[in-house]
T-cell receptor, first 110, second 113 residues
Framework: AQSVSQHNHHVILSEAASLELGCNYSYGGTVNLFWYVQYPGQHLQLLLK??????LVKGIKGFEAEFIKSKFSFNLRKPSVQWSDTAEYFC????????FGSGTRLSIRP | DAGITQSPRHKVTETGTPVTLRCHQT?????MYWYRQDPGHGLRLIHYSYGVKDTDKGEVSDGYSVSRSKTEDFLLTLESATSSQTSVYFC????????????FGQGTRLTVV
């Protein structure tokens, strides 16, 4: 069965700090991996996705993620966060169906 | 934004009453999903559909049923609503096959009193 774990439930950073959010998944076969973002009061939007090829993928708004197959991980990174990055971030795995992690709430101090 | 419409957007209902939420898409995508979002739990899959009349259970299907009689509509029914089903419900669509992502509706906030 597919499952996804996000290690950080709430992360608080100052503007310009670097960000890394953890995501681990379990599934025995080939998967597609995603990070979605949900700004306050809005629906989920795709940040980036990994299907195959280069394990370092770049998304919108300066975000990137690295797929490490041996660790079943797909961590999200951003070198310098902005106040506007305040949101909830969800990692997702797609195999037979799309399963989401429990989410990480990111708060940015101005 | 992908052509996904959820209705209603907000609903308050009483315990024990039936409730149906509708998801309508204009993208002709094969897969449709219903999730519920609750603090601390992220999005949990309730049911999904991989074609007309083809549905399957997700992680938290108890108390919910679904129907898909045509490609564009995916209905979620709470046969007898309970307070534990108070949540925000999101519909998502996906073209299917490899290398495709899901697109989400705006959500339905359901309160069971």
């Amino acid at each position: 069965a597919q499952s996804v774990s996000q290690h950080n439930h709430h992360v608080i950073l100052s503007e310009a700090a670097s960000l890394e959010l953890g995501c681990n998944y379990s599934y025995g076969g080939t998967v597609n991996l995603f990070w979605y973002v949900q700004y306050p009061g809005q629906h989920l939007q795709l940040l980036l996705k990994y299907f195959s090829g280069d394990p370092l993928v770049k998304g919108i708004k300066g975000f990137e993620a690295e797929f490490i197959k041996s660790k079943f991980s797909f961590n999200l990174r951003k070198p310098s966060v902005q106040w506007s990055d305040t949101a909830e971030y969800f990692c997702a795995v797609s195999a037979s169906k799309i399963i989401f992690g429990s989410g990480t709430r990111l708060s940015i101090r101005p | 934004d992908a052509g996904i419409t959820q209705s209603p957007r907000h609903k308050v209902t009483e315990t024990g009453t039936p409730v149906t939420l509708r998801c309508h898409q204009t993208e002709n995508h094969r897969y449709m999903y219903w999730y519920r979002q609750d603090p601390g739990h992220g999005l949990r899959l309730i049911h999904y559909s991989y074609g007309v009349k083809d549905t399957d259970k997700g992680e938290v299907s108890d108390g919910y049923s679904v129907s898909r009689s045509k490609t564009e509509d995916f209905l979620l029914t709470l046969e007898s609503a309970t307070s534990s089903q108070t949540s925000v419900y999101f519909c998502a669509i996906n073209r299917g096959g490899e290398n495709t992502e899901a697109f989400f509706g705006q959500g339905t906030r359901l309160t069971v009193v």
